[in-house]
């Protein structure tokens, strides 16, 4: 089963916590989300390879580390996953980004693919899968099919909320996949939307309804 990872760092909780409020405006949720995105990043790189290298100080050669050469993709899922990766690129500004377009048909609740542009050497890659709702999971596991179709296998999905029967779908359609969430909810309500969660992520990202 992919393994579930909750954000706990104390400043993620804390900006989530105004994401949720209904009184705060596009300007300010895109850019929290912006911040929160980064945030989530820094916490799921911690594992990355690292290689020494030797570099000359103003004093004399140090032996430091850098990144080891991985090859990192970010794959937004249009149209809220875009909101979630200029903080991403601010910390790894050399991962190269792909776009799968899917919406959410609101009678069905099913995915429907609209666009898809990958880099090409996507089976090379570590992807990042990230989107900052995790309902359902149709659009998650839409997403991560039509990647591994493509050729992708080292995927992760990162969110910001998810709700349980999201989490539970997405184990069970794609077992190798580690899920990262900063908040998990209690359950969705009857028109597919979790309680309490923020609303709709996309509306109130890009000022729409
Ligand atoms: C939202 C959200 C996810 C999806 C989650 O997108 O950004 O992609 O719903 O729901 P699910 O887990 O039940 O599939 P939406 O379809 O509203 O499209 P948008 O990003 O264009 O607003
Ligand atoms: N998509 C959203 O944007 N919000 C939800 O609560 C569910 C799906």
């Known amino acids: 089963m992919g393994k579930l990872y909750v954000f706990d760092h104390p400043l ?18 895109r850019e929290i989300v912006d911040e929160l995105a980064a945030l989530m990043a820094f916490e799921i790189t911690r594992n990355l390879p690292l290689e020494e290298v030797e570099v000359e100080t103003p004093v004399s050669i140090a032996k430091s580390n850098v990144l080891a050469g991985k090859k990192l993709g970010i794959i937004p899922i249009l149209r ?4 979630m990766v200029d903080g991403i690129l601010k910390l790894i500004p050399t991962a190269k980004v792909g776009h799968v377009g899917l919406y959410r048909d609101p009678e069905t609740l099913q995915p429907v693919e609209y666009y898809v542009k990958l880099p090409s050497d996507i089976n090379e890659r570590e992807l990042i899968v990230v989107d900052p709702m995790l309902a359902t999971g149709g659009s998650a596991i839409e997403a991560i099919h039509s990647l591994k179709k ?5 995927i992760k999905f990162m969110c910001i909320i998810a709700a349980p029967e999201g989490i539970e779908a997405l184990q069970k359609a794609h077992d190798d996949v580690e899920i990262y969430v ?3 909810d209690e359950k969705l309500n009857e028109k597919g939307y979790i309680v309490p969660g923020l609303g709709d992520a996309g509306d109130r990202l890009f000022g729409t309804k």
């Open 12 to 29: 993620i909780q804390h900006k989530l916590t105004y994401i949720r409020d209904k009184k705060t405006g596009t300007k300010e949720f």
């Open 80 to 83: 809220a996953g875009l909101g």
């Open 150 to 154: 493509r050729g992708a296998v080292n």
């Open 182 to 184: 900063a908040g998990l």
